[in-house]
């Protein structure tokens, strides 16, 4: 298992049974670290980021986000694109207003003061409490295998493997789209 450090932002190397000091744990980088069936995934934990190999689905998964390494490591599923270290949609714009989906130079759907509009992604822009800031709108806007989940305050979305269902909800169109 990869930890950080807690004040140098080095890594260190610890058998997977000890505990290392900081708040993010890596027993794997991408899914090529694990076993068949598995993915890299960040763990739905709270108090800390912890990476490990688990099943994307089913009731043995532990899987928010799968992690990934852009250009050299394990390729994501069909359709979705290394982005930021994690898995996400190839395609990724929210639907907005009349259905529509918002171009890809402005693929955020804000919701304020009772109008819809496409934004661009504003880096650490949280929404505020009279705004909602959909990064996806429908399970559809995520493509397959990808979930649209809220935020704990219920005031953003984004596409994500497994929705926190403690903590967030997951959007769906019909019954059938969420399990």
Same mark, same amino acid.
């Given at each position: 298992?990869?930890?950080?450090?807690?004040?140098?932002?080095?890594?260190?190397?610890?058998?997977?049974?000890?505990?290392?000091?900081?708040?993010?744990?890596?027993?794997?980088?991408?899914?090529?670290?694990?076993?068949?069936?598995?993915?890299?995934?960040?763990?739905?934990?709270?108090?800390?980021?912890?990476?490990?190999?688990?099943?994307?689905?089913?009731?043995?998964?532990?899987?928010?986000?799968?992690?990934?390494?852009?250009?050299?490591?394990?390729?994501?599923?069909?359709?979705?694109?290394?982005?930021?270290?994690?898995?996400?949609?190839?395609?990724?714009?929210?639907?907005?207003?009349?259905?529509?989906?918002?171009?890809?130079?402005?693929?955020?759907?804000?919701?304020?003061?009772?109008?819809?509009?496409?934004? #661009?992604?504003?880096?650490? @822009?949280?929404?505020?409490?009279?705004?909602?800031?959909?990064? /996806?709108? +429908?399970? %559809? !806007? *995520?493509?397959?295998?990808?979930?649209?989940?809220?935020?704990?305050?219920?005031? #953003?979305?984004?596409?994500? @493997?497994?929705?926190?269902?403690?903590?967030?909800?997951?959007? /769906?169109? +019909?019954? %059938? !789209? *969420?399990?």
């Amino acid at each position: 298992m990869l930890a950080p450090l807690k004040a140098g932002f080095s890594w260190q190397c610890v058998a997977s049974e000890h505990a290392a000091e900081g708040s993010e744990r890596y027993a794997c980088d991408d899914t090529s670290d694990c076993s068949h069936g598995e993915a890299c995934c960040l763990g739905f934990e709270s108090g800390s980021r912890s990476f490990s190999c688990s099943p994307r689905v089913g009731p043995d998964s532990n899987c928010q986000l799968e992690s990934c390494i852009a250009g050299d490591g394990a390729a994501c599923p069909a359709n979705q694109a290394c982005v930021d270290g994690a898995c996400a949609p190839r395609d990724a714009r929210a639907s907005c207003g009349q259905s529509q989906r918002c171009p890809l130079a402005t693929p955020i759907c804000v919701w304020g003061n009772g109008v819809a509009g496409c934004h #661009a992604p504003a880096a650490a @822009v949280e929404a505020s409490s009279h705004e909602v800031r959909l990064a /996806c709108s +429908r399970p %559809s !806007d *995520c493509g397959t295998q990808l979930r649209c989940c809220t935020n704990p305050l219920l005031n #953003a979305t984004r596409c994500q @493997v497994g929705c926190d269902l403690a903590n967030e909800l997951e959007l /769906c169109e +019909r019954e %059938s !789209d *969420c399990a």
